[in-house]
């Protein structure tokens, strides 16, 4: 038989879509899943966007330029213009999503063996991509104690190595919810200006921020234009997962003519969901408003409902639709499967993510979890309380 490659044996399964079949098994036995596992929101579209998309009149749905149609991403930057962040059409490069501006960036910026440093817990798929492009990640640990917030910069600089090419973090985090503060951006481009490396930073959430804090981009962060890549999405901030689209942006015109090529090869993103992303950006602010307050309501009652469980530990996040919690388990990949071939109350259960797959440190986050807070308060209420009870008879 033909021999698969190394490469594709090391890709990891995504710790999120990993447990489907179990639940799917679930299913096929009667029962009710709460799915607190999956970062699809359950928000509406915005109007103009399915509409662009009714109404349009191609006659041919032709390929777009490689990087984009210009209007679009003349309609991208003016975004990036009311949200502080000074870029032009020319630094943006339209892809099938913020996955495949993350494969570009990591494609345009390292070698094979070359290392990108990134707290951890991370969105798991930065591992896959990193394999797929041959580069290795370099973990520096994040605390469920400090709410993980960035670590000491001290813990960074002992891990740059003459490998190190670039620092990556996602700002609001996915799976921590934290927020960086303009402080944390301000140390790590010190340290970004010191050795000369790529800040990238995955800023899909950008909107999904509370408490009356505001983002602040690194692209805001004067002196990073040669270092600065921004990673960004509609799939979260429109509700618009399944269009595919998201794009990269940096000033650094090398990078940008670098990761062109990338775009070239594969001929085009979607035309039709350009049109609709960027009929999007006529999203009026009340759709926003709406969509924050919701979330806000939604993290509140899991928390608070959560804190209620004995043995449970769980970060304040100030940002996206993620929270860590730690359970009084062992091993949540276990308690992950148990929950759904095993467990029921009120012929329901709960599906939710085991953190271990958010790290690449091996045995760290055993006992957490990711909860995405993308189901309804009521919903989250019931689901909390099954977790309650599963743990009241969960043996490890
Ligand atoms: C942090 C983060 N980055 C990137 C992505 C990729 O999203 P997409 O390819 O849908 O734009 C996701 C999706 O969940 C994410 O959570």
Redesign the pocket.
């Known amino acids: 038989m033909p021999i698969i490659s190394n490469k594709g044996i090391n890709m990891p399964e995504s710790p999120i879509r990993k447990l489907v079949p179990y639940a799917e098994a679930a299913h096929k036995q009667g029962k009710n899943v709460y799915y607190l596992n999956i970062?699809q929101p359950d928000i509406k579209t915005p109007q103009v966007a399915l509409d662009a998309v009714k109404n349009h009149n191609l006659e041919t749905i032709a390929y777009s330029r490689s990087e984009g149609s210009e209007a679009y991403r003349v309609k991208i930057a003016e975004y990036y213009k009311r949200n502080s962040i000074n870029v032009s059409h020319s630094d943006i490069i339209v892809t099938t999503?913020?996955?495949e501006a993350?494969l570009f960036t990591f494609g345009s910026i390292m070698d094979k063996d070359d290392e990108i440093i990134i707290p951890e817990p991370f969105?798991a798929?930065y591992n896959g991509f990193s394999i797929a492009s041959g580069v290795n990640v370099v973990p520096v640990i994040s605390k469920i104690e400090d709410n993980f917030a960035l670590p000491a910069i001290e813990e960074f600089e002992k891990l740059i190595t003459p490998k190190t090419k670039a620092i990556l973090i996602?700002n609001p985090g996915?799976p921590t919810g934290y927020l960086y503060s303009k402080e944390e951006i301000k140390q790590l481009a010190a340290i970004i200006k010191k050795h000369d490396l790529f800040l990238i930073a995955?800023e899909?959430?950008r909107e999904f921020v509370y408490d009356g804090i505001e983002h602040y981009s690194i692209l805001q962060e004067p002196g990073l234009e040669e270092n600065a890549i921004i990673?960004d999405?509609v799939?979260k901030r429109y509700s618009m997962?399944g269009a595919?689209i998201?794009y990269l942006v940096s000033k650094n015109k090398e990078f940008i003519k670098t990761a062109l090529k990338f775009a070239q090869a594969r001929l085009s993103p979607p035309t039709l969901a350009q049109i609709a992303s960027e009929a999007a950006l006529d999203t009026p602010q009340s759709y926003f408003d709406d969509v924050k307050e919701e979330y806000v309501k939604r993290r509140n009652t899991l928390i608070t409902e959560l804190e209620k469980i004995e043995g449970v530990k769980v970060a304040k996040p100030n940002g996206a639709f993620y929270c860590i919690a730690e359970l009084p388990v062992k091993n949540t990949d276990d308690f992950a499967k148990w929950l759904l071939e095993s467990f029921e109350y009120n012929n329901d259960t709960v599906m939710v993510a085991p953190a271990a797959g958010f790290y690449s440190t091996p045995g760290v986050g055993l006992n957490q979890i990711r909860i995405a807070y993308v189901l309804n308060e009521e919903s989250l209420i019931i689901a909390v309380k099954i977790l309650e009870e599963a743990l009241k008879v969960y043996k490890d």
Request: a neutral charge.
């Open positions: 970062g999503g913020g996955s993350l969105y798929n996602c996915n995955d899909v959430y990673i999405s799939s997962c595919r998201g």
